[in-house]
């Protein structure tokens, strides 16, 4: 065999099982995982290059004939500064000429920070990153099988946990906290429960305008001082700045251009919802999302040129039949997989939304739901994959051992992602030969080859289980959702908050945080409720 | 709105909720219905043309230089008279230009029938179609969670339930009869309790070359005639013509040989496994089982040129921890689209394996494993998607529920096949126009155009659940294992057998037939155990 396996001598030397095992204890680099944030998509396009260009097209044709209304006087007068035309009917209009300036103008190939830098986010080109989003108002009691509605505390768990899940990328608001009425406390403890549970990127809502004073006061302590926030803004602002279709949410505009102001990367945020409040056609839902966040990408660079924003078309689809949202459905993957490829277009940095689950409970449902969205959401190239693990009923619930699982899932999302390796060592015959000619093995276990590969190249689930059945019954038919819970358990049990104590001590002090440091009580692992 | 619906008049007149009902109740053309068998893929390409090129050369280079051995001595003369060459080590070896002259016969593009014209399968460029496949020792018995041997009666219940089940468009054995230890028995009761529970396509294996003549008189029969058979051959041979790596069956290869004189169309089926009996690194795995499967096209077509094959190479993954099978990985996934684009570059109709799970159990994993694998050999455009359904614990246990579970994971796949429609009318902003502008209503419900895709374009679930968590809670908390056992259940009270009367009186008093009409014992629907 003449591989190169690119291990050292010792352990070439080694062969089968005692080898494997040695091999599989020691830590490997984080260039050699078999999946990482940040991996190359673009392999699935489900628009041709000239449905693109049409899409686009109609797009510029909205927003010229169309165009929004009620915009702030503040977006109206840096809009029309710029070049809109606000019509007689109160609309902003937006010539082509206008779109393609701002477009030259935008900001590409930003990065979004965490707060350690190993967390650092590259969103040019096509890579991909999967992390949470929502506003879910209940968690998912597994014990019970019951919903009831979500906290702070419940907030910031959720936070500990994508804090030591691999494949979780990034940390957005999950939940809303129901136990907080108070609009700026709700957006302070909101922005501090995910501050406190990780230092990963995290992306953040404001229900007030008057919240960002002392939300930017707390990211400034958090960090040290403004300067050292604004150097590497580990927070955006997840922003709803339409409503769709094709009006601009004025409270939410004025938020966002006093975050911009304060040096915070936005998610310019389009939610239509397909057959409600956008079209039903897959494709003019996918228009009037890319219109409504290209005049989101006017607006913000006709504030302040270059701001990095996320371009977030992020439709939704509607069960016709109900008019209710679904999460989870085939027609939700393509949508996503499609605005992707919309920004793959643009060259500018895009998310949307992938991996919501339409069903209760983490059952059979909820995995196909959330594979099948997930994966083509990578494999379009999406750079931020928001709402992808952990969010059932069609975003009303949160389930924190479906986080768990969810992680799973999203192993193999992104080890599809990564793909094949075709090379001049994965194609040569030196091996082939070897296992078949000249008295060869006769078979490839144990080569120098196989063992390289078992780590770098083959991905194993965490909680999924790979058991012949025979050792499934052995080992009393370990359950799914019980391997789950107890993972979560222990995950909560060791995580230690990531806001440094001092810093902690003062921002609790200054502002009424309403959860505490220690994991709530957590339920023993349970099987699911027959 | 000027839309047209395409729906008659009276029925565009209406709106609201009365004429959604209305229009639901009426049954959709097969060509409107939001899926269908035959949906174009080819939207995802793991590989780049490149990389395409360079595993056809080096599978060239494998058949050149490496060879195949064990081909009994009838191949050995018909290939050696194309081309081939024997070496002094009793290995077969193919030069390049062999190979090229038998892709140029080799058969393209053609049907594989069903029993009904109806379920008629078009193998061209890349139309998708899912159906069963499996050599499952176990069936799964969800009452109590356990895994006992398959019987003839279990392999004729699937092939109903198959029937039954509109997004499973073809029907290969998915269980060994272990109640029958007679060899040609087993075959012949295999064959029969497909043809008994189904009129959709038939693979089928042989495990004797003994039994080919009887299941041919036996096919006889039940087309009426031996020319009807050969007019419109409802099966094909699921024929395992090699062992990896690099070797012939001996035995496989006779029995093909004489079901490919009888007129059965042959599925070349190359099933290494990636770390055991093919290479590690996908690429090389694909790269062994695409020069394996070319053998065996010099070796159909150098018996008889232009006779139907399906290219299945089939590669599987191994789990490198233990050298046991995972069907489920994203590791699977990937060989299997990429020997899917393979087949695209030969033109030839190709076949692998998806939708396989690890799992013991119709749970999250068994969800997310059957959805990821299943989507992306669709997108892939594999034409002939084996092992798509109902196939547990990585193949050894098959799961009735699962399987009434897997239509709905295959629907949404094959959503996804469909794509996005990007027309005139897809696009236009008439509708938007309307919506928005001069007091519209400001949002898409009950617009004509929402009305009519609602069942045209968007797929509803048949046992995946969509309600409210309120609305969950009020029905009872649905489980969904309770739902898919009560489907299971429906169907197969219902479900007749699919050979007449007097031509299975007659093959019953010819063959020893050891399965019964009636469904066996259904249980009542139950919850999983707990």
């Not at 050699?32 to 510029?60: F, K």
């Not at 008057?210 to 960090?223: D, F, G, Q, Y």
């Not at 277009?345 to 998310?351: K, L, N, R, T, V």
């Not at 994965?426 to 120098?448: E, R």
Request: aromatic share 6%; proline share 6%; charged share 20%.
């Amino acid at each position: 065999m003449t591989a190169n396996t690119g291990l050292p001598e010792k352990k070439r030397r080694g062969g089968g099982r005692a080898a494997r095992v040695a091999l599989r204890a020691a830590p490997l680099p984080e260039d050699s995982r078999p999946v990482r944030p940040g991996l190359r998509g673009g392999q699935y396009s489900p628009l041709t290059d000239a449905e693109v260009q049409r899409i686009h097209a109609a797009a510029l044709d909205a927003l010229e004939q169309i165009g929004l209304s009620q915009a702030p006087p503040s977006g109206i007068a840096a809009m029309t500064d710029a070049g809109a035309v606000l019509g007689e009917d109160g609309r902003l209009r937006f010539p082509r000429a206008l779109v393609e300036d701002m477009l030259a103008k935008a900001a590409r190939a930003f990065p979004l920070y965490g707060r350690d830098g190993r967390h650092d986010l590259d969103l040019s080109a096509d890579r991909v990153h999967y992390g949470t989003a929502g506003a879910a108002v209940n968690v998912v009691d597994l014990a019970t099988g019951s919903y009831r509605p979500s906290t702070a505390q419940d907030l910031y768990e959720s936070a500990l946990l994508a804090h030591h899940l691999d494949n979780i990328h990034f940390f957005q608001r999950t939940m809303v906290c129901c136990d907080i009425a108070d609009l700026i406390e709700l957006d302070l403890n909101t922005l501090y429960a995910a501050a406190s549970g990780t230092t990963k990127h995290i992306g953040t809502s404001m229900s007030d305008i008057a919240s960002v004073a002392p939300c930017i006061e707390m990211l400034h302590m958090i960090a040290g001082s403004e300067g050292a926030w604004r150097d590497r803004p580990f927070v955006s602002l997840s922003n709803c700045f339409v409503v769709p279709p094709m009006k601009f949410a004025t409270e939410s505009c004025l938020t966002m251009e006093a975050c911009i102001r304060a040096g915070m990367p936005i998610l310019l945020l389009s939610a239509g919802q397909a057959g409600a409040t956008a079209p039903a056609p897959i494709a003019a839902a996918i228009v009037q999302a890319v219109a409504e966040v290209l005049a989101g990408v006017v607006y913000v660079n006709a504030v302040s040129p270059g701001h990095p924003a996320v371009f977030g078309t992020w439709p939704f689809v509607s069960d016709l039949r109900t008019g209710a949202m679904s999460g989870g459905s085939a027609e939700q993957a393509l949508l996503t997989a499609g605005c992707a490829q919309m920004h793959r277009f643009y060259g500018i940095p895009g998310g949307a939304a992938a991996g919501m689950t339409d069903s209760k409970l983490p059952d059979m449902q909820a995995g196909w739901e959330q594979g099948i969205t997930n994966v083509l959401a990578g494999l379009s190239g999406l750079n931020m994959v928001y709402e992808s693990v952990g969010m059932y009923a069609s975003l009303l619930g949160f389930s924190p051992e479906g986080m768990v699982l969810g992680n799973d899932v999203l192993g193999q999302a992104q080890r599809c992602v990564r793909g094949i390796d075709v090379t001049e060592d994965s194609v040569s015959l030196d091996v082939m030969k070897a296992v078949c000619l000249d008295g060869g093995p006769g078979h490839y276990l144990g080569s120098d080859q196989t063992l390289k590969l078992m780590q770098t190249e083959y991905l194993y689930p965490d909680i999924g289980n790979r058991m012949t059945p025979k050792d499934w019954v052995e080992s009393g038919r370990p359950d799914l959702l019980a391997t789950a819970t107890a993972r979560r358990q222990q995950i909560l049990t060791h995580a230690r908050p990531q806001v440094a104590a001092d810093a902690d001590l003062a921002i609790r002090a200054r502002f009424p945080i309403r959860f505490g440091h220690a994991p709530s009580s957590l339920p023993t692992p349970t099987k699911r409720p027959a």
